[in-house]
């Protein structure tokens, strides 16, 4: 994403949930760490959660990828 680093950082924490554990005692400016890749359109809506990790939903990432892109 790019954009305001705190408006991002609090999407992705509020909205998309990209941490496992909200620790509300971490630093809200501190630089998200997840394994989980989040497909967002222009619009702001999720899309997709994909484990970065696993081959296989990397691959479904690419193939949903082609398909937004193409406006399907």
Request: hydrophobic share 40%.
């Amino acid at each position: 994403m790019t954009g305001d680093r705190e408006e991002i950082y609090s999407l992705a924490r509020r909205s998309f949930f990209a941490e496992e554990e909200m620790g509300y005692d971490r630093d809200s400016g501190e630089f998200l760490h997840t394994e989980h890749v989040l497909l967002v359109d222009s619009d702001r809506h999720l899309r997709g959660i994909y484990k970065g990790t696993l081959p296989l939903e990397m691959a479904a990432l690419q193939e949903d990828l082609i398909l937004l892109v193409s406006g399907r």
